[in-house]
Structures are given as structure tokens and as C-alpha cells.
């Protein structure tokens, strides 16, 4: 069965760090691009970050750029969505998906075919 599952959320206060998870099994993600997406409440879903197979294309919203980085480990069928100088706007439920990945453009979500369950992050004092 193929399935994604995210680890890591949490509650952290403003200018906190969390570390995502986003692992597989079932499949191995070296082939797939990876990305992560994020849905606040009463919001529409938005694409937060993505990297390519080989990691050598990545993506960032423009909302998150310098403050999050994403990386993949495929010896360890995992990719990581490191979230450093945390908002309370990052407060969200956060995705991980396999489907495309560019530079140029911002991942589209009907793109995407495995998705995983989401981890709660929150961010409050």
C-alpha cells in the first residue's frame, strides 16, 4: 500500500523551530518529487515548498523564502521540511505530496497524486 506520513508538528511559540517529516512506505521517494503544501483554517490550500528527485530543484513561496528549507535524505525515504523563524500566519495543517516540482513555477496541488494524512502546526505564544 502506498502512503505518506508526516511527523513532526506541534505547538512552538513565534520564532521557534519545527522539523517535518514527510516518509513513505509502500515506495521509495528517490524517484518522486516531493512537495509540501500547507491549509490554515477558513483558507484555501497553498503550496509551501517542493524539491525535485535529485534535490537539485526546490521551490518556496515567497512567504516562507529564507525562513524554511527543504531537503530530502533518500537513503532514508525521507524528505524534511526544516521551519525556522515560525509565525503564527504558519499556523496550519501541513501536507507532503509526490507530483511535480519546478523553480519556475508554484506547484499545483491537482497535480499532486500521494498525499499524506497532515501534521498540526501551530504557532502562539
Known amino acids: 500500500q502506498v502512503q505518506l506520513v508526516e511527523f513532526g508538528g506541534g505547538l512552538v511559540q513565534p520564532g521557534g523551530s519545527l522539523r517535518l517529516s514527510c516518509s513513505a512506505s509502500?515506495?521509495?521517494?528517490?524517484?518522486?518529487?516531493i512537495g509540501w503544501f500547507r491549509r490554515a483554517p477558513g483558507k484555501e490550500r497553498e503550496a509551501v515548498s517542493c524539491?525535485?528527485?535529485?534535490?537539485?530543484?526546490?521551490y518556496y513561496a515567497g512567504s516562507v523564502k529564507g525562513r524554511f528549507t527543504i531537503s530530502r535524505d533518500n537513503a532514508k525515504n525521507t524528505v524534511y521540511l526544516q521551519m525556522n523563524s515560525l509565525k503564527p500566519e504558519d499556523t496550519a495543517v501541513y501536507y507532503c505530496?509526490?507530483?511535480?516540482?519546478?523553480?519556475?513555477?508554484?506547484?499545483?496541488?491537482?497535480?499532486?497524486?500521494?498525499w499524506g494524512q497532515g501534521t498540526q502546526v501551530t504557532v502562539s505564544s
Open positions: 505530496a509526490t507530483g511535480p516540482c519546478s523553480s519556475a513555477f508554484v506547484p499545483r496541488s491537482y497535480e499532486y497524486r500521494y
Open positions: 509502500g515506495f521509495t521517494l528517490d524517484s518522486y518529487s
Open positions: 524539491i525535485s528527485s535529485s534535490a537539485g530543484r526546490t
